[in-house]
């Protein structure tokens, strides 16, 4: 048991954290590897070989004909072409099919397209050299040649193989039992009617299908309310039911955190805390000869605790390695912050722009369990790195494979529902199309595009002095450059309230009024420029305005912040107020416009995107959404 003055929640670096818990899981008496046991071939696919397989035989097991034909003497049909054909009698020929022995005294076979058979006798349209068209004895495995190596993870074309080599069974070590303890007060089944302050419990989900990904068995406990004494128990027990036991939620340091703590009481406590981010608060140990990893309780920490600590033990268990990802360089298509002293983990979205990847950081907060769904790949920034800049290279570790990250339409710029509906039916058209959207304002997009990291800024910058739209900023930031520019929608902008109205809200003017609570977009978006003009009409000065510094870098993110009562109302499109069910106060009609090198709109990879826009369905279903006029939808403006 360890010590009462182990501490915890340290920054651990990784790689000592992984020794500590490796050389924790040995002196608790953790075996390094499961036992052995026999399958048949067919069962044996997915698990670890236990021991070498040697060929029992040769394959082929005797000289065989490759191809249909006839066998010969290679000798007798020197000369033999389409314009001298040569006739060979009955005994100096045998026909043959693939696979057939070759028959003693013969050593090539005659492709039968290259013979003719008339009256018993055989015209040959083709000479061969010796051994062509045959097999060898052995040609592809030999007899107590070795098959396959211990630690080797069995494959279907590995059985197969096996076989031919005169193997019936493989000796394999059993798979690991992963136990996963789902712990919290507020945490409910799935499917549950939940309360306020309730949860969906869906950790064990994906944990368990990472671990079956894993090659293992799973075993999910029932969720435990946060109580230590239960939850002692149930480790207790879960630990006498499997290989690895994760238990979920509780690793923090928390007034109900108790796994650290109940780790170290019961058995081996090795780490508590990790200098890692997300899943800095993991706990490693070890109870009853059985590893225990305490996973956070935010989805991204839950996984990426899997993949880095998890995963390899399991591996190794089985004998075999964890998998290694493919690595590739990018060029990274916004700026990124990193804290120094932690290995800071980053999911990314890549896309193909002028034949270089580009890497879009998806958002980085814990709970994000969309940013599992949407990443390409992984960018892990050291922990003595501060970050990188927008356009470095950086190496980017895949997690879809490049044939299908060629065909992504890059899309940088200005927030809009309408790009992620684009996205969906894109998909449902044709599964190997992806529109990644990377929502860092209007001005962010056109300098991506400035920077060759993006296909298509999304902007609807407003220019004060003229009024005009897009159009001036592009001249300025993209000067010199053959540019299109496509109108998508024109749209509705207000104010997004509460449902009612319950504040009298009907116009910019009234956002200085004592009490009320703002929430912005970003610098650089579009609505938060089109938010100061008004401003500027109406002589508010922003600092009046509770609030006004409070950024959100979606519509949606601004409806999500009014639905919850975190704020009274904020700028945005009427459909992010309908995805809400919140009231609309329009302000203003806007065009939002899609910006792009004049080259690429002949690229392949945007032709699939052109044609949506000519669907009469997708229109309709773009307007459907609320506050879209599409009549000008696809019409170059430039």
Not at 415 to 429: C, N, T, V
Request: net charge negative.
């Amino acid at each position: 048991m360890a010590s009462r003055s182990t501490p915890f929640l340290r920054d651990v670096p990784l790689a000592g954290a992984q020794l500590a818990w490796r050389e924790c899981c040995a002196t608790a008496g953790c075996p390094p590897r499961l036992e052995c046991l026999g399958l048949s071939l067919e069962q044996g696919i997915g698990r670890v070989t236990a021991e070498p397989m040697w060929a029992r035989r040769s394959s082929p097991p005797f000289d065989s004909a490759a191809m249909d034909g006839i066998a010969v003497r290679a000798a007798d049909t020197v000369g033999a072409s389409e314009t001298t054909p040569m006739m060979l009698d009955s005994e100096a020929f045998v026909v043959v099919d693939t696979g057939d022995p070759m028959p003693d005294g013969f050593d090539a076979v005659v492709m039968r397209e290259h013979v003719h058979h008339v009256d018993g006798r055989a015209e040959l349209r083709a000479a061969v050299a010796p051994y062509q068209h045959t097999r060898s004895i052995g040609e592809d495995i030999s007899a107590t040649e070795l098959l396959l190596p211990a630690g080797h993870r069995l494959r279907s074309v590995d059985v197969a193989a096996a076989a031919a080599a005169g193997a019936t069974e493989v000796r394999v070590h059993r798979q690991p039992v992963v136990a996963i303890l789902p712990t919290g007060d507020e945490m409910r089944p799935i499917g549950s009617e939940l309360e306020p302050g309730e949860l969906f419990e869906t950790n064990s989900l994906m944990l368990a299908g990472q671990a079956r990904e894993a090659g293992c068995q799973v075993v999910v406990l029932p969720i435990e309310p946060d109580d230590e004494a239960r939850i002692a128990e149930a480790i207790t027990n879960g630990v006498k039911r499997c290989d690895l036991l994760i238990v979920i939620a509780g690793s923090s340091a928390g007034r109900d955190d108790y796994t650290a703590a109940l780790v170290d009481r019961l058995g081996d406590l090795a780490v508590h805390g990790v200098a890692v981010r997300p899943g800095h608060p993991v706990v490693l140990g070890a109870i009853d000869s059985t590893p225990v990893l305490g996973a956070p309780g935010y989805p991204v920490s839950a996984s990426l605790t899997f993949d880095i600590f998890a995963a390899p033990l399991l591996a190794e268990l089985e004998g075999g390695s964890a998998t290694a990802r493919p690595v590739v360089p990018a060029r990274l298509a916004r700026k990124l912050a990193s804290t120094i002293g932690m290995d800071d983990w980053v999911r990314v979205r890549l896309g193909r722009v002028g034949g270089v990847l580009v890497a879009s950081p998806l958002p980085r907060g814990a709970g994000v369990l969309t940013s599992l769904v949407r990443a390409d790949g992984l960018l892990v920034v050291p922990s003595g790195v501060e970050g990188h800049h927008v356009g470095e290279e950086v190496e980017i570790e895949l997690l879809r494979s490049l044939t299908q990250i060629e065909r992504t339409i890059v899309a940088i710029g200005s927030h809009d529902m309408i790009l992620d509906l684009a996205a969906s039916q894109l998909r449902a058209g044709d599964p190997n199309v992806t529109l990644a959207s990377g929502n860092v304002g209007s001005m962010g997009g056109l300098i991506a595009l400035r920077d060759g990291l993006c296909h298509l800024a999304g902007s609807h910058l407003l220019d004060p002095d003229t009024g005009a739209y897009t159009l001036p900023y592009v001249d300025q930031v993209l000067a010199g450059r053959e540019i299109a520019v496509v109108r998508l929608v024109q749209r509705q902008q207000g104010l997004l309230v509460a449902p009612g109205n319950p504040l009298s809200l009907s116009g910019v003017a009234d956002l200085a009024r004592v009490g009320l609570r703002y929430v912005n977009r970003q610098r650089g978006a579009g609505t938060r420029v089109l938010l100061d003009y008004e401003l500027a009409r109406a002589g508010i000065d922003p600092d009046r305005i509770v609030g006004y510094g409070r950024e959100e870098p979606t519509h949606l993110a601004v409806a999500a912040a009014i639905a919850s009562d975190r704020a009274d109302c904020g700028m945005g499109v009427l459909a992010a107020a309908r995805a809400f069910d919140l009231d609309f106060v329009p302000v203003t009609s806007e065009p939002y416009d899609l910006v792009l090198d004049r080259a690429s709109l002949e690229d392949p990879v945007l032709a699939s995107f052109w044609e949506l826009l000519e669907s009469a369905a997708f229109r309709s279903a773009v307007e459907e959404l609320g506050g879209y006029d599409t009549a000008e939808m696809g019409r170059r403006i430039r």
